[in-house]
């Protein structure tokens, strides 16, 4: 017997929307794995979610000309604070490597210093000074750890080699000029395997120092088109700033235009420098997106362009500086490629267009933040439909998942991210025929704020104020 009031949950007929990830790069090429404490697999994506997991990981170097990961990774921690990121690093040391013949080290204060490419394993090998007799002992006669931009070879106290002034010493390096730019474009396929390894589908594709050449370029743009077939990003794309590529601002333009047009394509130039350490634009722009997605809840609807960029200047690979006036850099812009621009109190990223532009004028595709949105709504959408695959088609399914979407947009109608969106599921295309053969069809209307790029503002005079003042 009851007796009072009950209330009994039941089964709830939505779920809510698992919302796609954005700002999350997925950044391929060299890292210093030999240094690294829990290196990780070439060739295999791994998440950071700290500067202390890339140390671990990847390992550090400041030398970002032959591993470009590290240059990445400390713009991305170190000035932006962003996280997470996915790296992809191709160097293998097993088999990426050169033998360097025994040579005699000098001995500073019982150690001795090998370059960050040498690779502490069984061929590390330490004798006397002139490669004379057995081979001493490692963790007995001496021991050897990477710090900074060395591999240290220290000398122990109780070991037969302590006071020594010399000792030869053959070993094994990595070749990091081994990860060409062909190896790179051929490693984008491992982008495939990110939900898989790391659980998160990126949304943008980064490879500074390698997205330079055609090729490479190419392959990050056919892989942001669909990295599974159905996750789309945006390739961020350096055009080369030095001697060999672009080094005046009419050249970066006829580059652009005859080789980088595909509209899944950001394109940067030049480079940017901070504290006189050189970047690609790419690795700061990452940096501006992410931090600017957060900013909005995760939702890349606003455009990075007049964000203030962590850089105190813009610059050719030379190192030289480039100084843009305002008309310079709308000459870019109006390219469909992304720079920077001081022009009031600090560096900022400028351009709000994709590489599509101006071949294209279709707002959701020239407009980077349009375009990213989109991407973003159909990433969220099939994260949020992948619970509903092979299970039975029925009306309950179909206003689920109708319904469910519904709900999300309008929650994003609501923040302010979009003007309008709706959901349906045409009678004409979900036929008897296509219900039998397992397909649903849903088309997803959307609209989002275009970038204020332009404010006119008319200033004129009026006399009939003169009149007033006198009277």
């Not at 060739?43 to 400041?62: A, F, M, Q």
């Not at 050449?213 to 990003?233: C, E, Q, T, W, Y």
């Not at 047009?261 to 030049?270: A, G, H, R, S």
Request: glycine letters at 8%; aromatic letters at 8%.
């Amino acid at each position: 017997m009851k007796h009072g009031i009950y209330i009994a949950r039941g089964e709830p007929t939505q779920s809510v929307p698992v919302a796609a990830e954005s700002g999350i790069p997925f950044v391929i090429g060299a890292a210093p794995v030999q240094t690294a404490a829990t290196p990780t697999k070439a060739g295999i994506p791994v998440i950071c979610e700290s500067w202390e997991d890339v140390v671990s990981k990847l390992g550090y170097s400041d030398d970002w000309d032959s591993y470009n990961l590290c240059e990445f990774a400390y713009a991305y921690f170190k000035l932006y604070g962003c996280k997470p990121v996915v790296f992809c690093n191709l160097l293998d040391p097993a088999t990426m490597k050169t033998a360097v013949a025994a040579a005699d080290i000098h001995v500073s204060n019982h150690q001795a210093l090998l370059p960050i490419g040498a690779i502490n394993d069984a061929a590390l090998v330490v004798k006397a000074a002139g490669d004379a007799g057995d081979a001493y002992v490692a963790d007995t006669d001496y021991t050897a750890y990477y710090s900074g931009d060395s591999l240290i070879v220290e000398l122990l106290e109780d070991g037969g080699c302590y006071d020594a002034a010399e000792v030869s010493i053959s070993y094994n390096k990595v070749d990091p000029t081994q990860v060409t730019a062909a190896k790179v474009a051929a490693g984008l396929e491992t982008s495939e395997l990110c939900m898989a390894a790391t659980g998160h589908a990126p949304d943008l594709l980064c490879a500074p120092g390698y997205s330079s050449d055609p090729a490479v370029a190419a392959a990050m743009a056919l892989k942001a088109s669909g990295i599974n077939g159905m996750f789309r990003a945006k390739a961020l794309i350096d055009i080369d700033a030095s001697d060999d590529g672009a080094e005046t601002l009419d050249a970066a333009i006829a580059y652009k235009q005859e080789n980088l047009t595909d509209e899944n394509m950001v394109v940067c130039w030049p480079m940017v420098s901070k504290d006189g350490r050189k970047y690609h634009l790419s690795a700061h722009l990452a940096g501006v997106m992410t931090r600017t997605d957060s900013d909005n809840d995760g939702c890349p609807y606003e455009s990075p362009s007049s964000k203030a960029m962590e850089a105190d200047a813009m610059v050719l690979a030379s190192g030289e500086e480039v100084m843009l006036s305002h008309p310079q850099a709308n000459m870019l812009n109006a390219q469909g490629i992304v720079t920077g621009l001081n022009f009031i109190g600090s560096l900022v990223a400028w351009g709000n267009y994709t590489a599509a532009y101006p071949d294209s004028k279709a707002e959701e595709v020239c407009f980077i933040p349009l375009a990213r949105v989109f991407d973003w709504v159909g990433n969220t959408v099939i994260r949020t439909l992948w619970s509903k695959l092979d299970a039975p088609i029925n009306r309950r399914l179909m206003d689920t998942v109708v319904d469910e979407i519904n709900i999300w947009l309008n929650g994003l109608v609501g923040s302010g991210y979009l003007y309008g969106a709706r959901v349906e599921a045409p009678e004409d295309e979900n036929t008897t025929e296509n219900l039998l053969a397992g397909i649903i069809k849903v088309h997803i209307y959307i609209a989002s704020p275009s970038p204020a790029q332009e404010i006119s503002v008319t200033l004129e005079y009026d006399s009939s104020y003169v009149t007033a003042a006198m009277q």
